[in-house]
Antibody
């Protein structure tokens, strides 16, 4: 059974940093594409970033240069490092497995809430 | 970026109704269009991928159609658990710049 569990959310001051984790079971992180998608309060879903199986990473313009992605293969866990956070980064962050054929988000975690205070 | 526009933003329906949600892309995306259901406090759920393919385990009352710029999600015989929010998403952009529609809330 596939499980994706996000953690690391919380309250952070504007300009600060936070690292989110996505612990995966049921498939191998390094063999798959995995994305982060967020939902700001009262807003819709927004794609944030993806890491390919080969390690290439891509980011939405809204977070480019501030967020990075990494993997710990021994823990089968993906990390989203959030630096220089802004109030508009306040959201529930979901990790989602992304199919290589079609770029479809087929499995999702329950999300972790990040609140940026000014 | 490719912009996705859903309509309506919300709709009222009753159990047993048939509803249709429309999604329009600002550029042609072939059939790189997916639909998700999202209940508050829950993980989003994939319903339809590649415009018309039903994800495993999703009830057959859900269906999708379209190609190019215009797509639809149809739910026949609405069930109580279907009253929630639905999003379309284009997965065409390479390098990735995938975008969602703004969502359609289906209310009783």
């Amino acid at each position: 059974e596939v499980q994706m569990v996000e953690s690391g959310g919380g309250l952070v001051q504007s300009g600060g940093s936070l690292r989110l984790s996505c612990a995966v079971s049921g498939f191998t992180v390094s063999d798959n594409y995995i994305s982060w998608v967020r939902q700001a309060p009262g807003k819709g879903l927004e794609w944030v970033s993806v890491i390919y199986d080969g390690g290439s990473t891509y980011f939405a313009d809204s977070v480019k240069g501030r967020f990075t992605l990494s993997r710990d293969n021994s823990k089968n866990t993906l990390y989203l490092q959030m630096n220089s956070v802004k109030a508009e980064d306040t959201a529930v962050y979901y990790c989602a497995r992304t199919t290589a054929m079609g770029n479809v988000f087929d499995y999702w975690g329950q999300g972790t809430l990040v609140t940026v205070s000014s | 970026d490719i912009q996705m526009t859903q309509s309506p933003s919300s709709l009222s329906a009753s159990v047993g109704d048939r509803i249709t949600i429309t999604c329009r892309a600002s550029h042609s995306i072939g059939t790189f269009l997916n639909w998700y259901q999202h209940k508050p406090g829950k993980a989003p759920k994939l319903l339809i991928y590649a415009a018309s393919h039903l994800q495993s385990g999703v009830p057959s009352r859900f269906s999708g159609s379209g190609s190019g710029t215009d797509f639809t999600l149809t739910i026949t015989s609405l069930q109580p658990e279907d009253f929630t929010t639905y999003y379309c998403q284009q997965s065409y952009s390479i390098p990735p710049a995938w975008t969602f529609g703004q969502g359609t809330k289906v209310e009783i």
